[in-house]
Structure formats: C-alpha cells, structure tokens
C-alpha cells in the first residue's frame, strides 16, 4: 500500500473518531452549539410600584405595568412549553412574576432548602454589584417550596449559602397558582405560575442594594421542567452548560 494512501487513510480515521465524539457531547447535553454562543446580553427596563401583597395569580394591579419577557428554551429542550416572566421593584424591595404553560405538575419535593431544580422549577439570579462574584438565587417550585441562597463564585467554584435569621422583614412573600387543574404533586394541568416578593433586607450585605432610579444589577431568569423524565430548560440571558455562568448575565436597568 502506498503512503499517500496510508496518510489517507489515518486523517479519515481522525476524522471519523473527532466526528463521533462531537456527536457523543451534543447527545449528552454537556455542550451545545446553541449554549456557546456569545450573543449580546438582553437588558431589561424595571418599572418602580408601590407595595402590594402576593398571591400567586400576578392579578395586581400593579403588575398591568410591566410587560411579559419571554424565556428562550435552551439546546435539546423536549418540551414545547412557553415560559416568560415580568419584573418590578418598590422601596421595600423587588417583585418577579413567572408563567409558563405545561401538562404535568413535575413536584414532589415537601420542604424548603432542597434541591428543587431537580423537578420543575422557575429560577432568578440577582448579581447586584460586578465588583464582587457573589449573587443571589431564588428557586420556587409548583408546590410553593422555596430555595433562597447566596452564592459566592470564585473561578467556577460556587455552593450556596441559606439565609440566616430569616424572618419578620427578611422572609420573602410568596404564592403559586394553577390553571387548568390543581398545583398538586403531579397534577395534571396546562400552566402554572409563581409570584415572589424579595425584600432588600434579605439582600444585605449585597452591595448596590437598593436599587435607585438609574441603577444596574446583572440578572438571569430561568425555568426547568421535567416532564416525562424529559429535561427541558429556558434562559432569558444565555448561558452555557451552567446557570452560574454570571458573566453572561442580562442587565436590569431600574427605572
């Protein structure tokens, strides 16, 4: 056989094993085409509102104000379910509405502090200060359960922390809702929503908190749902194979 041949041969076959493995990270979710790329983060405009109470249903008047930002569905998401949310901040803190369409209630988990991006989830990440890579979290799941935490990301290596003393003004008001059946572990419906309240003095000592009229936090908003043991996830900023890759956050300018 002769070289040219032989060459031949070794770079189809280098070829064939790069081809195989480029195929074996796409399947596996690990990366993506569509997670790598580095478009320019959104921004969003936060209206200022006078305090109102939660109750899961985002009928408040208040909310009239602001518009639905739709959630792009990320890489190898099965499920062609729609998630948005609305956003708006008082004197006493900031307001998140989610809403997303879907047909099982994916919940099981009873209790606050638990991995709920496990099961279907709505997510929002506040990093109110760029000089310091600590941000804060927020998790709520169909069932009403919640997972707030401050985390610090030191070069890709994050773990959140719980609040400490979380009551009287620091505690967040929260409400879930359901529409086309029950917000039951399983239940069978075609939307659900999750309305949260987070007060400033569960921010402390996050710096850049308040927000003024003009101030700019970095942010990111999220959904996960898992239906038919089917992964599915959205993102308003797009980020890569982790939620916690900050730098890719959206910008919330307040108004």
């Known amino acids: 056989m002769s070289r040219p041949v032989i060459l031949l041969m070794i770079v189809t076959q280098r070829a064939a094993v790069l081809a195989s493995v480029a195929v074996s990270i796409l399947l596996s979710g690990t990366l993506t085409a569509d997670d790598t790329v580095r478009s320019t983060p959104p921004k969003l405009t936060v209206k200022r509102c006078v305090d109102f109470k939660v109750n899961g249903k985002g009928d408040a008047v208040a909310w009239s104000s602001a518009d639905w930002t739709s959630l792009t569905r990320r890489a190898n998401g099965k499920h062609d379910y729609t998630a948005r949310f609305k956003m708006l901040y008082s004197a006493k803190g900031v307001y998140v509405l ?43 799941s169909p069932l009403g359960y919640e997972l707030p935490i401050l985390v610090p990301n030191l070069n890709g290596r994050f773990l959140g922390w719980r609040p400490w003393d979380y009551e009287g003004s620091r505690t967040i008001q929260k409400g879930v809702s359901a529409t086309g059946g029950k917000n039951t572990s399983m239940g069978i419906v075609t939307g659900w929503r999750a309305e949260v309240f987070i007060p400033y003095d569960l921010l402390k000592p996050l710096r850049n908190v308040p927000p003024e009229s003009g101030t700019h936090w970095r ?37």
């Open 219 to 255: 942010a990111n908003f999220y959904r996960v749902d898992y239906d038919d043991n089917k992964v599915t996830g959205w993102n308003w900023a797009r980020v890569g194979a982790s939620f916690h890759e900050f730098e890719n956050f959206g910008t919330l300018v307040f108004e």
């Open 98 to 140: 989610f809403d997303g369409s879907d047909q099982t209630l994916t919940a099981t988990m009873q209790e606050d502090f638990l991995h709920l991006w496990k099961e279907d989830v709505f997510e929002c990440f506040f990093w109110t200060d760029e000089k310091h890579p600590v941000y804060f979290e927020y998790e709520i």
